[in-house]
């Protein structure tokens, strides 16, 4: 989907490059991919790879049915959560799901800074939370949009955060001191990255054709360009979620897309690198080689929604669990009775973070706290070295289940499963 550009001179001292010259040793020259624009590319499916995008969209239209956006909320925590955990480990970073939710709860309600790791974990919460705050804007995306998604990811101490490179960068092998000359992939020289996000957005704005293909496009090309010196692949995945939220098929709830493609890293990452062939701009091999790229795409958005309506078929059955737990023991009428509609999106919460979801003074949200964990619906934890606080233990259960390390849930909830409490 692209060409090469001309030799390429890498200076190990400074580590920086430029177009070469016949001086320079062919040891050290070496030559970037350049991907064509596809702002107008017009690709061409082949029955089978059109057939699974089909299958993926009735999957999407299906979850929205069957689940609506009353229904789905409950589990967006949840959802939302799994799918940046699944990111995260698709880079090899692999977040503990429990300690994850504990560390959010130590720097909101307390202020407090969690583990480094823990902080780059809850960093990509809020890049995906981020990209769907802005897919929830009626209105073109721009570069900005998609900078402040690298921002929030990166972090402010980050020195290329937020920044598009102005450097050569490269991928792999995964080798200490890896350099261009030896590298797996290339994206294109600095100077050619500006025009070619220009043409990536003039591709996401114009809203045409299938919304699954156009993702499954755009990522592809995302990637190809590698826009930011580090964390391209999680932004990549975040735009993915932001253009899923902007099409037409409009699901009731985040489809965790990671999650899926986390399950078939090893073909995620191939297919992508089969992507990146040299061929004219006009050549029909363009097509046939992102076609395995869309086909997965496409599967992993199909079980994502699959995915998607089982987990909220898990909150429902524990919600229903809490109600009659507190049922039981007379509090049907109370404050904690409230309060059970705001845990499983607030699954760890002190006192004032409960008396501020009652909209009440901070004795009743105690009081609530003490009722629920007498219920047998909270327990109390620590979150950092002198806090105190409590925990809905059947949504932080499920979260630590329906992460990476657990396939055997997700495959409960591949097409056609039924829904389960």
Known sequence: ????????????????SREATGDDSPDDIFRAFIPHPIAD?????????????????????????NCGADAALPAEWLVRRAESAASSTIEGVYPSARRLARAEAQLGLFGEQPRPNDIEALRNVAAFEHALEIAAHDRPLAIEDVVSVHRTLMGE??????????????????????????????PPPPENVPKLMEDLLERINREEGHPLVEMAVVHAQFEMIHPFGDGNGRTGRALMQMMLQRSRLAPPCTLP??????????????????????????????SRAVRKWIAIAADA????????????????????????????QGYGRTAARRLLAHLAANPILNAEKAAELLGASWRTGARSLEQL???????????????????????????AAVTWSSPVLFEQAGPGAQTQD
Do not use: H
């Open 157 to 186: 101490s980050d020195p290329g955060t937020g920044q598009i490179r102005t450097r050569q960068n490269w991928i792999g092998p995964g080798q200490l001191w890896s350099t261009p000359l030896n590298a797996s992939y290339i």
């Open 1 to 16: 989907m692209g060409r090469l550009s001309g030799g390429r001179y890498w200076d190990g001292v400074s580590f920086t």
């Open 373 to 399: 964990q007498d219920a047998g619906v909270l327990v109390q934890r620590s979150a950092g070295r002198r806090n105190r606080v409590y925990e809905a233990e059947a949504i932080t259960d499920a979260f």
């Open 257 to 286: 897309v990671s999650s899926a493609l986390a399950l078939r890293k090893d073909n995620y990452i191939a297919f992508l690198g089969e992507s990146s062939i040299v061929a004219p701009p006009d050549d029909p091999a363009r």
């Open 301 to 328: 958005v199909a079980e994502a929604a699959a995915y998607a309506e089982f987990l909220i078929g898990q909150v429902a059955g524990i919600k229903r669990n809490w109600e009659q737990q507190v049922a039981v």
């Open 41 to 65: 590319w017009d690709i061409e499916l082949d029955s089978e790879c059109l057939e699974r995008v089909m299958v993926a969209e009735d999957a999407v239209r299906r979850l929205e049915r």
